[in-house]
């Protein structure tokens, strides 16, 4: 089997083992930037992307005291990889997360939700009185003319049922009908 040759950058493994500080700050400077840059452009803060370095040269530190690793490639690129994998985990595992509350957050609000829907049903039944009482305000021929309409007659038929002359005379009398009632139904609900 081919054994393949160690990286440059194994002086860090190095370091890690022998706790060289001055070669650890320059695999901070040269590396945390560009993590920081990663994490906090896929929904993290500068604080994750701390943790997660600091996550990853704990895991390196393990590895390099292991007997016979070796590093054969950039570090940057194997705390880069090992950074990304975490956070990406990270991500699901606050996704599941979320889902869970979410979940329970509707098991433990039905009442809620049905209180919602009955206040909704209710206003809705307000509604339909208010414009049933606007309704019966309207001259009888108004009244007589929007039913007829609503329930889909025809505006020649219609003409003919309440004695109007054609279709035109219909279509202004249903126009200033709709626009009586509005205003009687906004009247109604202090919006004028």
Known sequence: M?????????KYLTALR????????????DCAPGIIRWV???????????????????????????????????????????CRNQWVNQLRRKKKEAEVRIVEAERYAPETATESAYERWEEEQLEKERLDASLAQLSPTCQDLLRLLGRGVSSVEAAEKLGMTNANTVYRRKNACLKRWRELFDGMNGLK
């Open 2 to 10: 081919l054994k393949m040759a160690q990286h440059s950058d194994h």
């Open 40 to 82: 906090t452009d896929n929904n993290g803060t500068s604080a994750d992307a701390a943790d997660l370095f600091q996550e990853a040269l704990i895991s390196l530190h393990r590895s390099a005291h292991k007997q016979g690793y070796e590093l054969t490639c950039p570090i940057n690129a194997l705390i880069f990889t090992i």
């Open 18 to 29: 022998e706790n060289n500080s001055r070669l650890l700050d320059e695999l901070y400077r």
